[in-house]
């Protein structure tokens, strides 16, 4: 379409009477570098699987501790039982030792309750206790004789040999 001369005219006269722009220069404009989107990118990807890694850490922790929980609720199940069997044991012991239950076995063996049991009084420590040192000292062996006369065994062994 084609504009009639007086609106041409009008608007080359609005143009005159406007100061004329400057001009920008022109220049070559660089492409925007994408590498800030390329390593936000690679943050993003990096936090997420950071995030989902802690995550799986987290989860095989907590079924290592489940299991050690499972096996020591067995060990605990385990010692309870051998604990009762011992108690058990220790009675079974006890009723054994028991004086009317060991002379009933000894019937049974054959062997023979005893007429008269006489105790053997217990030796303290605090007791003098006779050394050969003090038996000298006392004068009641002399130095050729001994407490026991020697046996025929001996006498005829000592002959033997001088022989």
Not at 104 to 119: C, M, N, R, S, Y
Not at 121 to 129: G, I, L, N
Not at 131 to 147: D, F, L, Q, W
Request: aromatic share 2%; glycine share 6%.
């Amino acid at each position: 379409m084609a504009l009639p001369a007086s609106q041409a005219r009008s608007r080359q006269s609005t143009n005159a009477q406007r100061p004329p722009a400057r001009r920008r220069q022109l220049g070559v404009v660089e492409r925007r570098r994408r590498q800030p989107a390329r390593t936000r990118n690679w943050v993003v990807v990096f936090a997420a699987a950071l995030a989902i890694g802690s995550l799986l850490a987290v989860v095989g922790a907590r079924a290592y501790m489940t299991e050690g929980q499972v096996r020591l609720a067995k060990l605990q199940e385990q010692l309870s039982a051998q604990v009762d069997q011992n108690r058990n044991l220790e009675l079974r012991v006890a009723q054994l030792q028991q004086p009317a239950n060991v002379l009933a076995e000894a019937k049974k063996q054959g062997l023979v309750v005893p007429g008269h049991v006489t105790d053997v009084p217990e030796v303290s420590s605090s007791a003098p206790q006779v050394t050969a040192s003090s038996s000298a000292s006392t004068g009641s062996s002399s130095v050729g004789e001994s407490a026991d006369p020697p046996s025929s065994h001996t006498a005829s062994a000592a002959r033997s040999g001088s022989r």
